[in-house]
Each structure stands twice: as structure tokens, then as C-alpha cells.
């Protein structure tokens, strides 16, 4: 604008007044010495009360305050609010609220959902109408749905109103139609209007839909809170979750998952097995095997409703935004398991707890409180419980609260275990209440172990009992004269069927030269690709290397697939065949546990099958045969009339099974390649051997079984070395299992050697990570080795050299190790765990007396940090050794630098 300067009409002085008008007539006057304003001869003014407490105007501005004028009956801002103006007008009926750029571009009117005037919002879901704002724009027929604040201009919806009104929402008769397109959220733009408008007809349609299908899915999330969406290229349907972030697709009949990939809505939505009397979940299946399958619950406390029916307890605000849990039922074991965090396990705890009864669970063989108890005790950890684990936990207690003492029991160690060394964290956790219910649920478990109404599944260990009652329970033992005198007949399958397996697999490679694929499908030698001239010495010897790798690639895989003799017809028949061992051997070890034997004389068989009747007794699963391979004594628990031949025999058929069902996996992923056509990965399969003596190790077997992988010839030559020879240094490739595989079997040989003569392991196995591998190593080692059939209690101490040590501390650090010794745990360190420990007991020491109990202090940190109490394996150890990872830091009291004021002053100066 033009500014003039203003002259008085009574007299020829000019002023220090300007004046000028806008090119939409409007006068704009200035006093530049008082700084008034007069906007067409009128200052500008603040919106009344009436406007800033109508509800239509808090909802989106709050208590923002604007400087308006009076303009053509309506109030409007005089400065743009983050380049928009506003218009306000308050009738007798509603407020009237007008967005507008400075050049009219865009033109808007705020809408009132809550209006019981107008009902175009009634078929829009909840969270379209609660979540948003509601801006009308009749000239390009559209109403945009934006985030409630004024400030937010992102566009999440738009209405495209159909057919055009140019009268709409100004009578109560009229009824608005239109299709509702979803703005992606990564999409770029999405504050330009123009732009979502350019885009929209590539954007999804929000529909409205009701069917079967929508009942189904109603089980897991209300009605409401799904929006059914079309897509525009190929019309496919979709249903959100929005509160879950879960997308179910209908592709050739079948609604896809597309957070889980591989996944579909299964056939049959509820499944009878398991978990019976809870509906809130989706059945999910895998969508190149039926037969593999996943829950998906939503995460929530689990209660138990007047009618006895079991449900999880969600929030029901729209905005809500809910968690959920998926549990994949192993291929193996048929139990439900999740690697996804602790609080996911504790939940799940929670839903067998709740759906349990004194009958077993027909897909586990086990009762849901014998299953909760498993799993509670897989989710151990000396770490901090973050919240939504304390409610997890919280939930459990009160579920089994005058129902189950031992859960309660555990839940408790759980806590107790989970704040020992709370204090070496910054964030320590919530801190437990201790109430009398403690000892009402320990004086409850006494008297059931001793009565004898407890089955063994349900008997804590020793070191829990110590932990939370203080006292060993005194368990049913077998009378001195009970004669073990059952005699096993020898098992049908015998180990000359699994040399004899491996054998047919050998013979899958050829021995000779002979081309066994097709010209096709051979490896053809490519020449090698780059073709750079050196230009030094360097770089000669750069490419002559990288030549030299090209050439062992090439010739390495064209061997690979020049040898191999395997077609998907003799892999099926192999797998038949080893199914049928599998079997034979899985009905040989469960009959000899759970079955009494016809014309037994033994006079405890009537006695025993009661017991086992009643459930006092447990029925043998083929996941207590893994526990069995490992801990030889549960085979008291099932059958303790057997003799000392027969266990053997029964310990031999075990191992045998174990391994039909790692060649059973490995058959599977054969024919998977085969059928894919991946040769290469099929032939490196094949020529996975086992070479270790699986009798002496049956811990590597089971954690091949429940992984369901197989111990490669490289992987154990490098664990065996570093077994046979401690303190050695053994380098391998990325990528082929030093974490995953490696690692695992040498923590699971030092936790089972000690057990296995009788006896505590004699040092705790200390793992030395990275810092930037510490929390993943954790989680991984957690979640195979804690969370699995040979419960390896993972333990982590994370010192730091800022804490103030006391001796209550150093006592909860020294049980917290005596406990890890005893359960034959593993301690995962980082480097400046364990350095900082060790510089803390010099540092101490170097203050001499000055604080009472520091040489005591650091003497007990002394015992600590002896040698000879650990078994470190180092990770990385070319990086964990480097000198820069050595941790130095200054002690005492800082003191300046002599004449360091001047010193300083000079420096400055000069420069």
C-alpha cells in the first residue's frame, strides 16, 4: 500500500500521521508517535467474551485472542494468524466462523458437528467427528477435515460433496452426500488444499458397509472405530483399525494382513483348542500354509465378566491409540509363544490364567494355570518392570488371587528380582506395596505341596521358594522301599534309522562331476566386472584382490550348483518316511511315561493312575520329553517306576526323537527351496551336517528343535574350539551366526555342565557386548534363552561409576551374582559396565579413610570382580580390546590451573 503523509485541514503543518487504502476500500490511519491505529476510522478491537467462550470457538482456538474490526457486519482479524485471516459472527442461533487467505484463494467456513440443527455428520465415524475440524468450502464443493487447533493445517480427510449444493447447511431438511477421501498421512503437501484436490482421486474412499465379515471383525474392535475403505485403482477393500494400526485387505476372497506380512484371516475365526471362552482376538494364518497359524490380541487387562466369559478391557475414547500383541502357535510344540517383549508374554500368562478349568487344554495337554506358570517364569529379568509390564503383572496377581498361590507367588519373585538392582538404572521403576496377602498366598502353597492336592507342574523351585517364602517346601518324595522294577520294551526306531537317514541325505549331493541340473539352471561363470586401469600401486593391489574374491565366488557357487541331486518328489518321500520315525518315536517316549503297562505287577501302578487321573500326576507333553533330555530327574515326576536300563533307554529314544525333528524342519525348508527354485540355498542346506555327538549335548538339540534350525559344521567347530580352548581368539564372517547361534550354544554348555554332574556351574558366564549391541544382544538372549523350554535366566548389571555405593547395594549386587550362579544364568555386560566396577574399587581405595566403610566397600567390590568367578566371552573382541574403548576418568577433588586466569588471558590476546 501507498502511505501518505496526513495534513490537517485547518492547517498547511504536515503531521507524523500517515494514511492509505487497501485495494479492498478499507482506510488505514497511523500515529507513529502514540502508535494508534484506526482501521476505516475505528481501532481495533478484542473479540467479546460471548465469542471466546462459545464452545464452537474453544474447541479450536482455545484461549487464543485476536485484534478484530468491525467489517461488513463481521469481526475480522486484523493480521493473518499463520497466513489466514478470520471472520466471526454471532447470531441469535450459532457462531460463524470464515477462514480466508489475503488473496481469497481459499474461502472456508468452521462447521459445529455438534449442532443438532444440521445431521450431515451423522453417518461419519467417531473419530472423524471428534478428531477433526469441519471446514466448509462452497466454491469448490468440498468440506476439509483437519486436526481440531486452528494452527493445523494438514489435511487428513476431504468431503466431496455430490451433487454440488450451493445452499447446503442452511435448512435442517437438507441432507449432504458425498464421498469421504483419505489423505495418507506420508503424503507430501497435504497443508496445500490444491494439491489433496489434484490428488484425490488416487486416495481411498471411506464407505459405509455392513456385512458378516464386519461382524466378525466387530469381535475384536467396535464397529465404530472400523472404516471400511475402496481403493480407487482397483476398487479392493480394505479395513482399517486406526486405534491399532492393523489393515486387513480383501484380496481373491481372502482379507490380507499388512502389518504382518504372509498373513491372512483364517478360515475359522475362533479356534476350540485353546484359550477357550475369550473372543477378542483375530485368527490369523499363514497364506502358504493354513496349518500355520496366529492370534492377534489386543493389549489390555483380561477380566472375567459375571457370565464367566473371559475379555480383554480396552480404553473406548476414540483417540485412543491401543497396542497389540501377535502369538504364533509353534510348529513344534503347539504352545502359543511371542518374541515381541515381556509384557506381551505376561499377558498372555494372564488369558491362560483366566480361561483356565481343572481340565487340561486340549491342544497343550496341560491346564492353563500349569501354562501360566511357564510363562510367567519366562518373562524373568533383573531389570526394571516399565509400566505396562507392572499392570500386566498387576493383572495376573489379581486374577490369581485365592485361586492359584503359586502364580501369585511367582508374580511376586518377579518383582522382587525385577528392583534388586533397580538402583544401577536411571529410570528404577515403580515400587511395590508388600501387603499381608503375601503370606496368606505362601501359608496357602505350604499347605497344598503338603497335603499333597498340588500337582508337580505347580511346585516352585528351591531358589524361588528361598526368594519369597524364606523356606523349602517339603515335596511328596518316593518312599525308601518303592522298588523300581518297570521294565521298557526297546524303542522301534534306534539310532542305525537315523544314520541311515543322514546317509539318504548325503546321497542327495553327487559324488562325481555328474551335472545333475538342467543347462538352465547351471551357475554360468560371469568374467570379472570391473574394468578400471590402476593408477598406482594401491590401487593395483585393491583390484587384484577384489579379482582374486570374484573368481573363489564364481567357482565356489557354480560347485554348489553342479552337485546337487534333489527333486521335490524324493525330498517328500524322505520327509514321509522321517515322519513316520518321528512318530514311532514320540509314541515310544510318551506311552513309557504316561501309559501303565498291560499286566504291570508293580503295586503303585493303580495308586499312580489315580494320581494322573486326578491331575496330581502330570500327563507327559512333547515338550516335558526337551525338558527331560535336559533334566533327567522329571522323569520321576511322570513315571518313577521305570529302572535304571529302561531310563536309558527312554533318555536314548528322546535324543532320537529330538533329532527326527530337526531332519523333519530341514526336510521342510528342502522342499520350500526346491519348490521356489532357490538351488544355491538348497545345496548349502544339504550340506549341513551334524557332526557333534547330540547324547552329550541335547541342550544344542533342543534349541535347534524350538528354533528350528540346524547347528551348521562351521558354527559348532568355532564353539567347540573356543570350549576346548579358553582365551582363544577365532574370527568369522558376518552373517553366519556368531549372536544368533554361536554364542547361545556356549552360554547353554557352561549353564548345563555344572547341572548335568550334579552340581552349581562353577563360574557365571559373563558376555562382553558393544554398546551399541548391548540392548539387541539382551532382547535376543531374553527371548531364545530365558523365554524357551530350557529357561536360561539372562541377568544384566549396568554400573556406572556416578553411583554412590553402600554396602546395602554391594549386598544386592552380590545376591543378585550368587543367584545367576546358581540358576546357571549368564551376566551380558558392556564394556563400561565392567570397567567402571573395576575403577570404582581403585577409586575407593585412593580416598584412603576419608569416608568411613570405603575399604570395606571396595573390598567386597574386589570379590566381585575376581577372575576367577567369571567365563567372559568377548563379542567383537578386536573392537571391545581397542584402547579406545578403555575407560579412564579423573577422581578427587578438581583443583584450577595454576595461573590458568592469566595463561587464558594471554592466549586470547594473542590470538
Not at 454 to 473: D, F, M, N
Request: hydrophobic content about 35%; charged content about 25%.
Amino acid at each position: 500500500m501507498k502511505w501518505d503523509q496526513w495534513v490537517a485541514s485547518n492547517s498547511k503543518d504536515k503531521t507524523l500521521c500517515f494514511k492509505s487504502q487497501s485495494t479492498d476500500g478499507s482506510s488505514y490511519a497511523v500515529n507513529l508517535i502514540t502508535g494508534e491505529v484506526l482501521i476505516d476510522g475505528v481501532p481495533p478491537s478484542r473479540l467479546p467474551s460471548e465469542i471466546l467462550n462459545h464452545p464452537l470457538y474453544v474447541r479450536s482456538f482455545g484461549e487464543r485472542q485476536f485484534e478484530v474490526v468491525m467489517k461488513e457486519g463481521f469481526l475480522e482479524t486484523c493480521c493473518p494468524a499463520f497466513d489466514r485471516f478470520y471472520k466471526f459472527s454471532l447470531g441469535s442461533d450459532d457462531l460463524k466462523i470464515y477462514e480466508f487467505k489475503q488473496d481469497d484463494s481459499e474461502f472456508m467456513e468452521l462447521l459445529d458437528v455438534n449442532n443438532s440443527k444440521f445431521n450431515w455428520s451423522i453417518d461419519i465415524p467417531p473419530r472423524l467427528t471428534n478428531m477433526h475440524s469441519h471446514w466448509l468450502c462452497r466454491d469448490k464443493h468440498l468440506i476439509v477435515l483437519r486436526g481440531i487447533g486452528f494452527r493445523e493445517r494438514n489435511i487428513s480427510y476431504i468431503v466431496k460433496i455430490v451433487p454440488p449444493h450451493h445452499h447446503i447447511f442452511e435448512s435442517q431438511t437438507t441432507k449432504v452426500k458425498g464421498a469421504v477421501k483419505c489423505v495418507d498421512t506420508y503424503r507430501d503437501g497435504r497443508s496445500n488444499l490444491q494439491t489433496v484436490i489434484k490428488d484425490s482421486d488416487r486416495m481411498d474412499t471411506l464407505i459405509l458397509h455392513q456385512s458378516p465379515t464386519l461382524d466378525i471383525l466387530s469381535k475384536f474392535e467396535a464397529k465404530e472405530f472400523i472404516h471400511t475403505l475402496v481403493e480407487p485403482s482397483n476398487n479392493k477393500m480394505k479395513f482399517y483399525f486406526p486405534r491399532f494400526q492393523l489393515t486387513l485387505e480383501l484380496c481373491q476372497g481372502v482379507l490380507k494382513c499388512q502389518e504382518i506380512t504372509g498373513y491372512q484371516l483364517s478360515n475359522c475365526v475362533q479356534t476350540s483348542d485353546t484359550l477357550r471362552g475369550i473372543s477378542r482376538y483375530l485368527l490369523l494364518e499363514k497364506t502358504t500354509c493354513s496349518g500355520h497359524k496366529m492370534m492377534v490380541f489386543p493389549e489390555g487387562l483380561v477380566e472375567i465378566m459375571s457370565t464367566g466369559i473371559v475379555d480383554i478391557r480396552v480404553a473406548t475414547d476414540c483417540d485412543a491409540e491401543l497396542l497389540w500383541y501377535q502369538y504364533e502357535f509353534h510348529p513344534r510344540f503347539q504352545f502359543l509363544e511371542t518374541k515381541q517383549s515381556r509384557s506381551s508374554r505376561l499377558q498372555l500368562a494372564a488369558l491362560h490364567l483366566a480361561t483356565s478349568s481343572i481340565l487340561p487344554d486340549k491342544l497343550l495337554g496341560i491346564t492353563g494355570e500349569e501354562r501360566a506358570i511357564t510363562l510367567i517364569r519366562q518373562c524373568w529379568g533383573n531389570r526394571p518392570l516399565n509400566k505396562q509390564e507392572v499392570l500386566a503383572l498387576n493383572n495376573i496377581k489379581q486374577l490369581a488371587r485365592g485361586v492359584s498361590p503359586t502364580i501369585s507367588l511367582l508374580c511376586q519373585d518377579i518383582e522382587k528380582c525385577s528392583q534388586q538392582v533397580s538402583f544401577l538404572y536411571a529410570s528404577p521403576g515403580s515400587v511395590f506395596q508388600r501387603d499381608i496377602n503375601q503370606c496368606f498366598e505362601g501359608s496357602a502353597y505350604l499347605n497344598n505341596v503338603k497335603s499333597g492336592k498340588l500337582g508337580s507342574r505347580c511346585y516352585l523351585t528351591k531358589q524361588e521358594e528361598a526368594r519369597v517364602i524364606g523356606i523349602h517346601a517339603r515335596w511328596p518324595s518316593i518312599p525308601e522301599r518303592f522298588a523300581r522294577d518297570q521294565i521298557l520294551q526297546p524303542s522301534l526306531v534306534c539310532n542305525n534309522d537315523i544314520c541311515s537317514l543322514e546317509m539318504e541325505l548325503d546321497q542327495l549331493l553327487c559324488s562325481d562331476n555328474t551335472m545333475c541340473l538342467t543347462k538352465k539352471q547351471k551357475k554360468c561363470h560371469h568374467s570379472f566386472p570391473l574394468d578400471i586401469a590402476p593408477s598406482s600401486r594401491l590401487e593395483t593391489e585393491m583390484m587384484k584382490e577384489l579379482e582374486e574374491s570374484w573368481d573363489a565366488y564364481q567357482n565356489s557357487t557354480s560347485q554348489n550348483s553342479c552337485h546337487l541331486k534333489a527333486d521335490a518328489n524324493a525330498l517328500r518321500s524322505l520327509k514321509n518316511r522321517t515322519a513316520n520315525l518321528l512318530q514311532k518315536s514320540e509314541n515310544y517316549a510318551l506311552d513309557s511315561l504316561n501309559v501303565r503297562p498291560q499286566g504291570g505287577s508293580h503295586w503303585h501302578n493303580n495308586a499312580h493312575e489315580m494320581k494322573r487321573i486326578a491331575g496330581i500326576v502330570p500327563t507327559a507333553t512333547i515338550t516335558d520329553l526337551a525338558r527331560i533330555s535336559v533334566e533327567h530327574t522329571l522323569i520321576d515326576q511322570f513315571n518313577p517306576m521305570l529302572d535304571d536300563e529302561s531310563r536309558s533307554r527312554l533318555l536314548a529314544s528322546i535324543i532320537n526323537w529330538l533329532q527326527l525333528c530337526v531332519y523333519e524342519d530341514k526336510l521342510e525348508r528342502m522342499i520350500s527351496l526346491c519348490d521356489s527354485g532357490a538351488h544355491e540355498d538348497l545345496a548349502k542346506e544339504l550340506e549341513t551336517k551334524k557332526v557333534w555327538n547330540a547324547s552329550e549335548h541335547p541342550y544344542w538339540l533342543v534349541f535347534e528343535v524350538e528354533n528350528q534350525i540346524m547347528i551348521r559344521q562351521e558354527q559348532y567347530k568355532v564353539a567347540n574350539h573356543l570350549i576346548e580352548n579358553p582365551g582363544n581368539v577365532l574370527q568369522l564372517n558376518m552373517g553366519l551366526g556368531k549372536t544368533r547361534v554361536i554364542l547361545p550354544m556356549l552360554v547353554l554348555y557352561h549353564s548345563f555342565k555344572g547341572k548335568s554332574k550334579g552340581g552349581p556351574v562353577e563360574k557365571i558366564t559373563r558376555l562382553n557386548f558393544l554398546s551399541a549391541l548391548f540392548e539387541e544382544a539382551y532382547r535376543y538372549l531374553q527371548n531364545h534363552l530365558t523365554a524357551s523350554v530350557l529357561a536360561v535366566n539372562i541377568y544384566a548389571m549396568p554400573f556406572c561409576r556416578d553411583f554412590q555405593l553402600n554396602i546395602a547395594s554391594i549386598e544386592r549386587m552380590e545376591n543378585a551374582l550368587e543367584n545367576c550362579l546358581i540358576d546357571g544364568g549368564a551376566l551380558v555386560v558392556a564394556p563400561e559396565h565392567r570397567l567402571s566396577l573395576e575403577l570404582k574399587a581403585k577409586e575407593l581405595y585412593s580416598r584412603g579413610d576419608e569416608i568411613m566403610g570405603d575399604k570395606e566397600i571396595a573390598a567386597r567390590i574386589d570379590k566381585l570382580i575376581n577372575k576367577d568367578m567369571w567365563l567372559d566371552i568377548l563379542d567383537e573382541c578386536d573392537e571391545l580390546l581397542r584402547h579406545r574403548y578403555q575407560l579412564i576418568y579423573a577422581i578427587g577433588t578438581p583443583v584450577p590451573l595454576p595461573g590458568g586466569a592469566h595463561r587464558f588471558r594471554a592466549i586470547q590476546a594473542l590470538w
